[in-house]
């Protein structure tokens, strides 16, 4: 099988925005080494855009887990958007709705970021 | 060392523990509470290098986690149940090159080593405080691992309810459409499986994930679903396809953990590893395969379907089975909903066309009789029509098929029947007239029996054209018989220029019966595939000849019913009775 993930980062002043695109499996990793590596350098607040995923794996979900308990250690916060219905559910289900901020737009979510 | 040195010393080492302290219960981060507690140690007892190596218990070795003054390298020393019961005696011991390792362990578990170099620096009191130092710690890390075990009971307790919620979520789906909340549509379907085959792959951490359905000659599976990889939907298949024909012939899930990559078992076009299949059944067998691929650890690395996924991915083919099961159950509804109201269409114009009330004729006693039998709607037809001077029109006729084409060809032929008797023409004429006029509107094949009399009360006698229908009979009073049967072709299938009409007319007497019917009467059969036959529809009414034409009449279909006894109905039963007084 050919695994298809793409991630891309766009830095702002204040916050980083991370758009995934692609099935969301163990390649995660990427999004949580990226997180590291900004985390590392500063960056506390971050936006990830999840509009062009459309499954997310068990391990997809346990990696998004480790990223949101990272960034409570430095205090830092993570808001997503764009989640497809199924992930939206999983996210609930997996008690990550109740640890993170979820918005329908990727404008309600920088917007929403830059206030805090 | 002077007393004022110890106690300095110690005074040292209780702050060193009250700073370990408070690393221990400041931070989540394991791995940064390492750092921090190895610096502790490297600066109380001026050791050049401190690393820590935990103990992985599956594994049976240590591995580094944490290092300082050498650089962190991570090395693995496996550890002989001998060395590891040493260990929990908790003393410290030499170790390689010269090192010391302390011992960490805790309620009989060995959690891992301090290892320290330059051992022979080493005085009493370090060894006092590296013995709390590793009290301590061990604690520490009892508590992390417990942490740690909490945290993956509780991923594993979260993912076992998101695979519930997911099956209810699917089985909500399948249902209400079972319930009728929504039509199936073979949009719906396809959304339903593209959910199933998703939620699938999700759960299974497969790389791959497909649903591939038998085709009608069942010698294809053609793949209707599939993820992440949508290139594949629409591809075929062939059935005989190693394990897929395995999985499809049995009616058995499938695993495939270890096979090369030049297997010639695996389905291809799909390129995998490892493989799960399990099969999409219904009461009619099996419909498809769900199937995924190459399942994946953390790592990347590929790790063997367990006996659990497959039942989870059996738990999702069977409410694919129940979901194809109700689509196909939903499109039979339909299309019997269809044929219903088409029945329904037919049998209303079949009914409009009939006349309303039988007209009294003076010197004569006529009934009709039609009843509907059978699943779909019959092309009888009968019929009266004023005529000039007094003379009555009677008609019979039965169009050939069923449903709403046969009662449109109906409908035509009673519109050109009152059209063409107004004309006042010839009976053959008209006759030739209708067969030109029903051509061009009749569908391929289908044809009309048509028989027409024209009654005159004055003369007491019938002019009459049969346009290839059934002979009507007429029974004389004196016993004898006579079958109606000059005329000409059916109507509505041969061109004008191929057929032409005659006509005959007969005188009647008082006590002749004259029967007009179709095919459904003498046709009827029972259960022996007897037909009920001319003969003894001329028996019956002779036996009946002196009761009036409604007792006949009534006779007649008491015998017809009596005859067929169980066996099945398809045809209508339509009959005329004229009794001449």
Same mark, same amino acid.
């Given at each position: ?116 | ?36 507690? %190895? ?15 935990? #103990? ?22 496996? +550890? ?30 060995? =959690? ?17 405080? =590296? ?79 497909? %649903?591939?359905?038998?085709?009608? @000659? ?8 599939? #993820? ?87 738990? #999702? ?11 196909? =159950?939903? @499109? ?28 009294? +004729?003076?010197?004569f006693d006529i009934v009709a009789m039609n009843q509907q039998r ?159 036959? @001319? ?31 169980s066996a099945p109905r398809f045809d209508d039963l339509t009959f ?6």
């Open positions: 099988m050919t695994d298809k993930f793409n991630l891309t980062v766009k830095k702002e002043a204040d916050f980083a925005l991370l758009s995934t695109e692609g099935y969301i499996n163990h390649l995660g990793e990427k999004i949580e080494a990226e997180c590291s590596s900004l985390i590392n350098v500063g960056y506390k607040k971050f936006v990830l855009n999840l509009e062009k995923s459309k499954v997310i794996s068990s391990i997809g979900l346990a990696i998004f887990i480790e990223i949101i308990e990272k960034l409570q250690q430095v205090n830092g916060i993570i808001y997503f958007c764009c989640l497809a219905p199924v992930i939206q559910k999983s996210f609930k289900i997996m008690g990550l709705a109740q640890k993170v901020s979820i918005f329908e737009t990727e404008a309600e979510a920088t917007e929403a970021i830059r206030k805090v | 060392m002077t007393l004022e040195n110890k106690i300095s010393k110690l005074e040292q080492n209780i702050s060193l523990l009250n700073d370990i302290g408070e690393v221990i219960s400041s931070s989540d981060d394991i791995n940064r509470s390492f750092k921090s507690l %190895l610096q502790i140690v490297f600066s109380a007892v001026n050791s050049s290098a401190v690393s820590l190596l935990l #103990f992985d218990p599956q594994k049976r070795e240590l591995k580094t986690a944490a290092a300082i003054g050498i650089k962190e390298k991570k090395i693995s020393i496996p +550890i002989s149940k001998e060395l590891e019961s040493k260990l929990l005696n908790k003393a410290p011991m030499p170790a390689l090159k010269a090192k010391i390792w302390m011992p960490l362990s805790f309620k009989e578990e060995l =959690l891992g080593v301090i290892s320290l170099s330059d051992y022979n620096d080493y005085n009493e009191q370090d060894f006092h405080f =590296l013995s709390l130092f590793s009290q301590y710690i061990s604690i520490a890390l009892y508590n992390f691992k417990l942490q740690r075990t909490l945290k993956q009971v509780e991923l594993h307790l979260n993912l076992k309810s998101l695979e519930l919620e997911t099956m209810v979520d699917i089985s909500r789906e399948v249902n209400s459409v079972a319930d009728g909340v929504i039509g199936l549509s073979s949009g719906e379907i396809s959304k339903l499986m593209d959910e199933i085959t998703s939620r699938t792959l999700a759960l299974l951490d497969a790389s791959g994930c497909c %649903l591939m359905l038998i085709n009608d @000659k069942s010698d294809h599976f053609q793949i209707s679903s599939s #993820f992440p990889d949508l290139d594949l939907v629409g591809q075929n298949i062939p059935v005989e396809n190693g394990v897929l024909w395995e999985i499809f012939s049995k009616g058995e899930p499938k695993t495939v953990n270890r096979c090369s990559k030049k297997s010639s078992s695996l389905p291809m076009p799909i390129k995998c590893q490892k493989f799960l299949g399990v099969p999409i059944s219904s009461q009619e067998g099996v419909l498809g395969i769900l199937c995924a691929f190459d399942k994946v650890n953390r790592d990347g690395s590929m790790i063997d379907f367990s006996e659990s996924d497959q039942s989870l991915i059996y738990g #999702f083919a069977n409410q694919a089975g129940i979901a194809l099961e109700n689509a196909k =159950l939903y @499109k039979e509804a339909i299309e019997k909903r269809v044929i219903q109201a088409e029945i329904k269409a037919a049998a209303d114009i079949q009914n409009s066309l009939f006349p309303k009330v039988i007209p009294q +004729i003076q010197g059978g699943n779909n709607v019959g092309g009888d037809y009968y019929d009266f029509l004023d005529e000039d001077e007094g003379q009555r029109g009677l008609l019979i006729a039965d169009v050939s098929g069923k449903g709403l084409q046969a009662a449109l060809s109906m409908a035509r032929l009673c519109a050109g029947v009152h059209s063409e008797v107004e004309h006042r023409m010839s009976l053959t004429e008209m006759v030739y007239r209708l067969n030109n006029l029903l051509r061009k509107k009749m569908p391929f094949g289908k044809y009309i029996t048509f028989f027409y009399a024209s009654l005159d009360p004055k003369t007491k006698s019938v002019n009459y054209v049969n346009a290839g229908h059934e002979f009507p009979m007429l029974l004389r009073s004196d016993g004898s018989r006579k079958d109606l049967d000059v005329g000409g072709f059916f109507l509505g299938m041969f061109e004008p220029e191929m057929v032409s009409y005659e006509s005959e007319e007969i005188k009647l007497y008082p006590g002749d019966i004259l029967l007009l019917y179709t095919d459904g009467v003498t046709d009827a059969t029972n259960r022996y595939e007897e037909t009920f036959g @001319k003969d003894r529809l001329e028996s019956v009414i002779k036996t009946h000849a002196h009761l009036s034409a409604e007792e006949i009449k009534e006779e007649v279909y008491n015998a017809v019913i009596d005859f067929e006894g005329v009775v004229i009794k001449v007084r």
